[in-house]
Nanobody
C-alpha cells in the first residue's frame, strides 16, 4: 500500500516561511505526478501545487509567486516551499500522488497543520 508522510508544518507569523516535505514509500515515485492539497476549516480541499513526473509545475492563483513545489526522485520526496505566508494560508496540507495529473488525488498522506497567525 502506498504511503505518503508529510512533515514541516507548524505555527508561523504572517510574512514568514515554511517548508513542507513529503516522503513516499511503496510507490514507483518517479512515475507519479505529485501534489499538495490543503483544506481550511469549513472549506473543501484545494489543489495548491502540482508537479508532473517530468517536472512540470502548476500552481493555484492564490499561491503563485509565493509557493514552490519541487521533487527529488532519488529520495522519493516532494517539497513545498511556502514564502510570504498569509493568515488565509492556514490549513491542513496534504501530499498526494497519482499516475497522471487527472488522478493526482489517488493517494493521500495524513496531512500536516500550517497555522499563520501573529
Amino acid at each position: 500500500q502506498v504511503q505518503l508522510v508529510e512533515s514541516g508544518g507548524g505555527l508561523v507569523q504572517p510574512g514568514g516561511s515554511l517548508r513542507l516535505s513529503c516522503v513516499g514509500s511503496r510507490i514507483i515515485f518517479g512515475r507519479h505526478a505529485m501534489g499538495w492539497y490543503r483544506q481550511a476549516p469549513g472549506k473543501q480541499h484545494e489543489l495548491v501545487a502540482s508537479i508532473t513526473s517530468g517536472g512540470r509545475t502548476n500552481y493555484a492563483d492564490a499561491v503563485k509567486s509565493r509557493f514552490t513545489i519541487s521533487r527529488d526522485n532519488a529520495k522519493n520526496t516532494v517539497d513545498l516551499q511556502m514564502n510570504s505566508l498569509k493568515p488565509e494560508d492556514t490549513a491542513v496540507y496534504y501530499c498526494t500522488a497519482g499516475l497522471t495529473i487527472a488522478t493526482i488525488n489517488s493517494y493521500w498522506g495524513q496531512g500536516t497543520q500550517v497555522t499563520v497567525s501573529s
